[in-house]
T-cell receptor
């Protein structure tokens, strides 16, 4: 599994766009990039997954450059309820099934009024 | 929206006792998982289960742990003889298929005294 590096914490204000970058220099050809969110005392929740370029859903966007050695999770116009820990995970979805999610320490996002 | 449920929400037990944590995965999901999170630490993978057998397990999942799908809906984690260091939040998750997003339950907080 590719090692990931993300900032330990980030601060933002309501209404701002937040970009959290994850480095995964040794990402393999079959690896996908997946982001999960975890609120205090709750289980992680899937946010978005992508392989290359840009993926967008109703919650976030994921930007992946051509070399795929990093990715950026973008949260538009955050609110107080977006305060959570955000995890970047990299794994082979296609061949191994990526059954085992390996969570790092994540990025603790604090959104203030 | 369908969700994974877990019972109990909090379990207190004495060291050496057996505990069974229960989960009801989302009904059409085929893969089931257990993770744990010691307070203030990372979410750790314990085991994945498919087609009525363990497909992968971590080093944490030793002989004291077992999983079972006793009927068509429940998925259980048994710890035979609890230790103080088993105190953690235990999360059950399920997914439609290998590599698909995993849906986590709200967790069971296990306290071993």
């Amino acid at each position: 599994l590719a090692k990931t590096t993300q900032p330990i914490s980030m601060d933002s204000y309501e209404g701002q766009e937040v970009n959290i970058t994850c480095s995964h220099n040794n990402i393999a050809t079959n690896d996908y990039i997946t982001w999960y969110q975890q609120f205090p005392s709750q289980g992680p929740r899937f946010i978005i997954q992508g392989y290359k370029t840009k993926v967008t859903n109703e919650v976030a966007s994921l930007f992946i450059p051509a070399d795929r050695k990093s990715s950026t999770l973008s949260l538009p116009r955050v609110s107080l309820s977006d305060t959570a820990v955000y995890y970047c995970l990299v794994g082979d979805v296609v061949n191994t099934g990526f059954q085992k999610l390996v969570f790092g320490t994540g990025t603790r996002l604090l959104v203030s009024p | 929206e369908p969700e994974v449920t877990q019972t109990p929400s909090h379990q207190v037990t004495q060291m050496g006792q057996e505990v069974i944590l229960r989960c009801v995965p989302i009904s059409n999901h085929l893969y089931f998982y257990w993770y744990r999170q010691i307070l203030g630490q990372k979410v750790e993978f314990l085991v994945s289960f498919y087609n009525n057998e363990i497909s992968e397990k971590s080093e944490i999942f030793d002989d004291q742990f077992s999983v079972e799908r006793p009927d068509g809906s429940n998925f259980t984690l048994k710890i035979r003889s609890t230790k103080l260091e088993d105190s953690a939040m235990y999360f059950c998750a399920s997914s439609e298929g290998a590599g698909h997003e995993q849906y986590f339950g709200p967790g069971t907080r296990l306290t071993v005294t």
